[in-house]
């Protein structure tokens, strides 16, 4: 009898964990969530930049700590993924645009986290329709008239559209 009433005990006790875990990540502190994307602490083509002597180190730096990127809005962290210095990777590297995903999202831990978000693509196309005027604007320019940071704006938009795609054939 008391081995039934610990069986039952205990599946009632997992059950309520089960069922309570979920209303504590949804009902996350809002006063504690992070609005504004990451601000890289180095940035292609500064100082700290060149003075960093491998890619991997580069990478590392670009790291978001994992208690920041819970912690942001869905659209802080889009901007802060498309943003991500080496996020362009994703395109023109590999043979599709969801193996050089696969391959950054291997030391980059904000696109493991923004494909967990379930909101993701309805922030993802607000980024895009924010920035389409200025994407359109710039893809219009002549390419020897961009400036290295709008061909950067231009690939980080195309990759946007693309990461879009990739999670919209997920559902």
């Given at each position: 009898m008391k081995k039934k009433i610990a069986i039952i005990l205990s599946c009632v006790l997992v059950l309520t964990c089960m069922l309570y875990g979920p209303v504590v990540h949804a009902n996350r502190d809002q006063s504690n969530m992070i609005t504004k994307p990451y601000d890289y602490p180095i940035k292609p083509g500064?100082?700290?930049?060149?003075?960093l002597p491998s890619v991997i180190e580069r990478r590392e730096a670009c790291e978001i700590p994992q208690e920041i990127l819970e912690r942001?809005?869905?659209?802080?962290?889009?901007?802060?993924v498309i943003t991500y210095p080496f996020f362009i990777d994703t395109i023109g590297a590999f043979?599709?645009?969801?193996?050089?995903?696969?391959?950054?999202?291997?030391?980059?831990?904000?696109?493991?986290?923004?494909?967990?978000?379930s909101d993701a693509c309805v922030c993802l196309r607000d980024y895009l329709l924010r920035e389409?005027?200025?994407?359109?604007?710039?893809?219009?320019m002549d390419v020897?008239?961009?400036?290295?940071?709008?061909?950067?704006?231009?690939?980080?938009y195309r990759s946007a559209e693309l990461l879009l795609g990739y999670m919209e054939s997920l559902d």
């Open positions: 500064t100082q700290e930049w060149i003075a942001m809005t869905t659209s802080a962290l889009v901007e802060s043979n599709s645009f969801e193996e050089g995903l696969n391959w950054v999202a291997t030391y980059f831990s904000g696109i493991d986290e923004l494909l967990s978000r389409k005027d200025q994407y359109e604007l710039l893809s219009a020897s008239d961009k400036t290295v940071e709008q061909m950067r704006q231009c690939s980080q």
